[in-house]
C-alpha cells in the first residue's frame, strides 16, 4: 500500500465507475460525457469511469473538465457547448459548489428535458440534504441495508437535530453514507480498542519524539501502540449500521450501490 497507515471508513471513488457503467448497459446509452472538477478530486476518477463505460461499449465521445472556482458564466458557456454536441447522457463528478452551478446552468441550456440523462456520484447524492438538484437525477449512493437498528438511529437522530435547529429543513437531519460511515467507524475504533491487551498499549500513553505542539500534523510523534492498534481496526468487521464494515486494503468495501 502507498500509505500503509492510512485506514478509512470511507471507498475509493473507483469502486463506482462500474455502476455507472451498469446504469449505461441498462438504458442502453451509447454516448456519454463525463462532466467533472478539474482537480484532484475529479481527474482522479475521470480514468476509472472511461475505462468502465468503454468495457460497457458506450463511447466518451468528450469529457468536461471545469475548475473548482468557474464563474456561473463559464459553467453557462461549457453547458451551451456541451447542447451543441448532440449528445444526451452526462456523468457529473464535482464538488457541490460547482455541481449546482452546472446543474442550474443545464436548467437554463434545456438540457434537462425529455431526452436527456443525468448521473451524479455519491460524494453529491450523499448530501442530498444540503444540495437540491432538479427533479429527474439519478443519483448514486452505496447501498446501506434497511434495518430496525438503522431506522431506529435515524429517527433518533433527526428528533436530536431538529431539536437543536428548529429552523432547519428537516431533509437536513437525514443521515447520509458519510454519517452512517462515521457512525461505524467510531464503533470499529472503540471496538479495536476494546481488544487491545493492556500490555499492546503505550506506557504512558501518547506520542513519542514529537518535535511541536499536538496541532501541528508535521511533526506529530510515534504511538508506540500504533501499529497494534491500526492492525486491530484494520480486521475488525461487524453488522454496522451502513452494512457489513469491513477495510480492505485501508478502505472501506462497500459491495452494492443503489
Not at 456519454?32 to 475529479?42: A, E, K, L, S
Not at 464538488?95 to 446552468?105: D, F, G, I, S, T
Not at 431533509?171 to 475504533?189: F, H, K, P, S, T
Amino acid at each position: 500500500s502507498a500509505a500503509p497507515f492510512f485506514a478509512r471508513a470511507a471507498l475509493s471513488d473507483a469502486a463506482q465507475a462500474g455502476a455507472v457503467a451498469a446504469l449505461v448497459t441498462y438504458f442502453g446509452w451509447r454516448r456519454v460525457v463525463p462532466v467533472y472538477q478539474d482537480d484532484d478530486y475529479g481527474a482522479a476518477f475521470v480514468p476509472f469511469l472511461v475505462d468502465a463505460l468503454t468495457a460497457a461499449r458506450a463511447e466518451v465521445p468528450y469529457r468536461c473538465a471545469l475548475p473548482g472556482g468557474a464563474s456561473k458564466d463559464a459553467v453557462a458557456a461549457a453547458m451551451y457547448r456541451l447542447e451543441s454536441e448532440q449528445t444526451r447522457a452526462f456523468v457529473v463528478h464535482a464538488r457541490p459548489a460547482l455541481a449546482e452551478l452546472v446543474l442550474a446552468a443545464a436548467v437554463e441550456a434545456g438540457m434537462m428535458a425529455q431526452g436527456y440523462a443525468w448521473v451524479i456520484t455519491d460524494g453529491l447524492t450523499g448530501l442530498l440534504g444540503s444540495i437540491h438538484p432538479p427533479q429527474g437525477i439519478i443519483g448514486l449512493v452505496p447501498h446501506a441495508p434497511a434495518t430496525p437498528r438503522l431506522r431506529d438511529v435515524r429517527r433518533r437522530w433527526a428528533r436530536k437535530f431538529m431539536r437543536e435547529h428548529r429552523d432547519a429543513d428537516p431533509a437536513q437531519a437525514e443521515m447520509g453514507c458519510y454519517a452512517l460511515w462515521a457512525y461505524d467507524a467510531a464503533w470499529a475504533v472503540a471496538s479495536a480498542a476494546e481488544r487491545l491487551r493492556p500490555g499492546d498499549l503505550s506506557s504512558p500513553p501518547g506520542l513519542v519524539g514529537g518535535r511541536s505542539g499536538p496541532t501541528d500534523f508535521s511533526g506529530l510523534g510515534k504511538s508506540t501502540s500504533g501499529e497494534k492498534f491500526l492492525a486491530a481496526i484494520t480486521n475488525t468487521t461487524f453488522d454496522g449500521l451502513g452494512g457489513r464494515f469491513e477495510l480492505v486494503d485501508g478502505e472501506l468495501a462497500v459491495p452494492a450501490f443503489r
